[in-house]
């Protein structure tokens, strides 16, 4: 049977935080509970970069030290190292967005290149990440999923992205380092999930190298799951799939009644976890096939991911399963986790300050707008802060 306790534990949970640390991290949580505040924060963050405002210093000791890693790769090797003391390991994120030049997405592909050869040399790194726009143009994907017909220049400028994909997947396949590709906004996904399934076809012959990723806030991703399980089959690849809630909600509504079509978002937050939770038991009942990546950041899904492995004798250490979760948030389920033997990670985000604000905002945004999140957050941190107390 499994424990279903075991997130309570604080000492745990925060073993690695300085009594500083939990103070700042209570500090946070406070002001991101509060909505006004937030919105009041994030207008006065953009507006300080966008006057040149000598605000860099403070963010940086505050908010990005505590859900960032630092600015660049040798920067995060302390909080990686940390992490893996107590069996946690660390996906860099390289969390710049909005980049528009083919000279920035040279420059990001590098970047993934760089990381791939850092995690070949440390046991704590087996995993990276990209966003499929920070290889190539938005446009490109939103005309691509439309199913509209490129120009010249436009084919080229694909046929780049595909390259810039292939290279990455290629040195992984090489180095056994596993890739994550998130999922952005469903208007320009399927031309994205097309080129994953591609890479996987690749890539995925006889282990599991890439990952796509499901939003699962979205209706119709199981099916979708389902059809490139038979593909898969067919055509003998192996799927890897990170399965998320998702992170463009408001964007994705509005943008629906903006242009009078049904949303692709589950009618209810209940919607939405029945859905994670059925496209969870599809992978581990179908492990082998498919491997899976549990980016959550509840503890609901994490009991029942764990009793499904008690039930078809999956290994904890299955490399076919992993948990993670944000750095900075929800260390009561990464850590017990960890401690109890399972496979976790830490997705840790990285760069300079300025570029990645954008980021850090939609963290904020994204806990105001999840109903409970921040104030487990700030009961288990008061609730720790008391255990050392006594």
Not at 55 to 76: M, P, Q, S, W, Y
Not at 93 to 101: A, F, H, L, N, P
Not at 269 to 292: M, P, Q, R, V
Request: some cysteine; aromatic content about 10%; hydrophobic content about 35%.
């Amino acid at each position: 049977m499994i424990d279903r306790t075991i997130f309570e534990n604080t000492e745990t949970a925060f073993v690695l935080k300085s009594d500083s640390e939990l103070d700042r991290a209570f500090f946070l949580f406070k002001m991101i509970s509060s909505q006004p505040l937030v919105k009041i924060g994030t207008l006065a963050t953009q507006f300080a970069f966008k006057a040149n405002l000598p605000v860099e210093g403070l963010i940086r000791a505050t908010v990005f030290d505590h859900f960032c890693g630092g600015v660049n790769e040798e920067d995060c090797l302390t909080v990686i190292d940390n992490l893996y003391t107590k069996g946690v390991s660390s996906v860099l994120d390289y969390s710049v967005e909005g980049k528009e030049t083919e000279a920035q997405f040279d420059n990001a592909v590098e970047k993934i290149l760089k990381i791939i050869n850092f995690c070949d040399e440390r046991e704590a790194m087996p995993i990276v990440v990209f966003k499929p726009t920070g290889f190539g143009r938005f446009h490109l994907y939103h005309k691509k999923t439309e199913g509209k017909e490129f120009t010249e220049a436009e084919q080229e400028e694909w046929d780049r992205v595909v390259d810039r994909y292939d290279k990455v997947c290629k040195l992984a396949k090489e180095k056994d380092v596993e890739v994550l590709i998130d999922g952005e906004e469903s208007w320009m996904q399927d031309a994205a999930d097309d080129l994953v399934e591609e890479m996987m076809r690749r890539y995925n012959k006889d282990v599991t190298i890439v990952y796509n990723t499901l939003q699962t806030y979205r209706w119709d991703r199981l099916d979708y799951l389902k059809q490139l399980h038979e593909r898969a089959k067919k055509e003998g690849f192996k799927i890897g799939m990170k399965i998320v809630r998702g992170a463009y909600m408001e964007k994705e509504r509005n943008r629906a009644i903006e242009k009078g079509y049904d949303s692709p978002i589950c009618e209810s937050k209940k919607a939405t976890d029945d859905n994670f939770n059925a496209s969870l038991t599809y992978i581990l009942d179908n492990l082998g096939d498919l491997s899976i990546f549990i980016g959550t950041h509840n503890e609901a899904s994490c009991y029942l991911a764990m009793e499904i492995m008690e039930k078809y004798n999956i290994s904890k250490e299955d490399n076919n399963v992993w948990f993670g979760q944000l750095y900075g948030m929800s260390d009561h389920i990464s850590f017990n986790l960890a401690a109890q033997g399972y496979n976790v990670a830490k997705y840790i985000p990285f760069g300079p300050v300025k570029d990645v604000m954008p980021y850090l905002i939609r963290r904020a945004e994204e806990n105001t707008s999840v109903a409970g999140q921040t104030n487990r957050e700030l009961s288990l941190l008061k609730e720790e802060k008391k255990r050392r107390k006594l």
